[in-house]
């Protein structure tokens, strides 16, 4: 009977001595106090001046202007730049009286021609064209549809409300 009795007492105390409180959830939205505020937001419509596009990535719109790179003549290792043609630094030997190469100020040297470096000092470099590319980017107009706000941070258009959060009991 003490058995039962202590069984009784530690049950009473296990489970009757949590105290119940309510709790408030939301099923959608974020809890804010006794309210759940609701986000809903839509897609943005972009409009762009004449002449510029609108990139998706940058959320800007753009426009592409090309302008000559600067380039420097270029030699390979070894050889050095002289009336636009690269000479070798290394006189070339020549093979049963001849030389193989060419004749440069009456020594026998490898002749090649220069090539061009092109580079930006602004810019990026478009390898097809060999131009500098600068990309002026600017704001595009921006449209919600009413009731909603353009979120700048996240480029989504947002609309907030609020409902009643539920209520539910928790033992703590």
Do not use: W
Not at 32 to 48: D, H, L, W
């Amino acid at each position: 009977m003490k058995k039962i009795i202590t069984l009784f007492i530690c049950m009473l105390f296990v489970c009757g001595c949590g105290k119940r409180e309510t709790e408030f959830y939301c099923e959608e939205g974020i809890l804010e106090g006794s309210r759940c505020k609701v986000i809903k937001s839509v897609e943005p419509t972009y409009t762009c001046q004449e002449g510029f596009n609108f990139n998706n990535e940058t959320k800007k719109c753009e426009n592409v202007i090309s302008v000559e790179a600067s380039y420097d003549i270029v030699c390979d290792p070894g050889y050095f730049l002289e009336n636009g043609k690269c000479i070798s630094e290394e006189d070339y030997p020549y093979n049963n009286g001849v030389c193989t190469a060419s004749i440069y100020n009456g020594k026998c040297k490898d002749i090649r021609y220069r090539y061009k470096a092109y580079h930006c000092l602004y810019g990026t470099l478009n390898k097809e064209t060999n131009k500098c590319d600068l990309v002026d980017g600017r704001k595009p107009n921006v449209e919600c549809p009413e009731s909603y706000k353009y979120n700048e941070k996240t480029f989504i258009c947002e609309a907030f409300s609020y409902v009643e959060a539920l209520e539910r009991e928790v033992i703590k």
